[in-house]
């Protein structure tokens, strides 16, 4: 399975970015997608979560402003991020889940992560 993230950029605060995850390879047994992010010096935090049957959660700092979408027909999954804030600013990394044939668990793929940079 490659993971490979895409759309980061330099914004404006206020301003709004969408970034895509595409998924390739082995992908039908993909359950649980996500993004993290990784602020300079701090460690990686989940922002966003979507379940095979659409549930979501999110971070609270950024519930209201982001949005995380899947299209299980094209393996991908979008994060639509508004009101923008210089402490969004982060690398974003899409992950993906796929549950272990034997046993509780999952392993866990990584995308290369995409750098998100919002200037006040």
């Known amino acids: 399975v490659q993971l490979q993230a895409s759309g980061g950029g330099l914004v404006q605060a206020g301003g709004s970015l969408r970034l895509s995850c595409a998924a390739s390879?082995?992908?039908?047994?993909?359950?649980?997608f996500a993004w993290y992010r990784q602020a300079p010096g701090k460690q990686r935090e989940l922002v966003a979560r979507?379940?095979?049957?659409?549930?979501?959660d999110y971070a609270d700092s950024v519930k209201g402003r982001f949005t995380i979408s899947r299209d299980s027909a094209k393996n991908t999954v979008d994060l639509q991020m508004n009101s923008l804030k210089p402490d969004d600013t982060a690398v974003y990394y899409c992950?993906?889940?796929?549950?272990?044939?034997?046993?509780?668990?999952?392993?866990?793929?990584w995308g290369q992560g995409t750098l998100v940079t919002v200037s006040s």
């Open positions: 390879g082995s992908t039908a047994a993909l359950t649980t």
């Open positions: 992950k993906a889940e796929m549950p272990f044939v034997i046993g509780d668990g999952t392993y866990d793929y």
């Open positions: 979507i379940t095979p049957g659409v549930s979501t």
